[in-house]
């Protein structure tokens, strides 16, 4: 007999500090997603971990207004398939609704059908407001190919 799906964990939040972001890029190029702008003004970064204190993984938000971009969320690989990914996602919209926001976007090359299981749509291009459309995440570091998606959180 199958023992079921894991519970998921409980998690806890860090906000990262700048000299901590080694580790977050060193999970985001394990991952093959996009490091080169961690380190700029205006990215927020969390570090999650179990409450028993083990790594879980790392999420980013940018504040453009009224929107959010989510960035840089990735579940370290021995705690993948038990929710963690969905729990970081979930705290980063309440910290994204805490800064007045009422809308997330983001963008994924392979985590479209992830997202959308937490309510995120596609979306397209044009209707991305200007400020998310000029940050590097969208501009250049994501290619054109990638899916972009939203949720009204608000």
Excluded at 60 to 79: K, N
Excluded at 104 to 132: D, H, M, N, S, W
Aim: net charge positive; glycine share 10%; charged share 20%.
């Amino acid at each position: 007999m199958s023992p079921g799906p894991r519970p998921a964990l409980k998690l806890v939040a860090f906000p990262l500090a700048n000299w901590e972001r080694d580790g977050l890029k060193a999970a985001l190029r394990k991952a093959r997603l996009p490091s080169e702008d961690v380190d700029e003004d205006g990215r927020q970064f969390w570090r999650f971990t179990t409450i028993n204190d083990m790594p879980a993984g790392f999420g980013g938000l940018e504040i453009h207004g009224p929107d959010a971009l989510l960035r840089s969320v990735v579940t370290l690989p021995p705690l993948r398939g038990r929710g963690v990914g969905r729990a970081m996602v979930a705290a980063l919209e309440t910290e994204a609704q805490s800064h007045g926001c009422g809308t997330v976007y983001l963008i994924t090359t392979t985590e479209a059908a992830f997202f959308a299981k937490l309510g995120y749509a596609p979306c397209e291009r044009p209707q991305v407001p200007a400020a998310i459309r000029a940050s590097a995440q969208f501009s250049s570091l994501c290619p054109e190919s990638a899916a972009v998606m939203v949720k009204r959180i608000g």
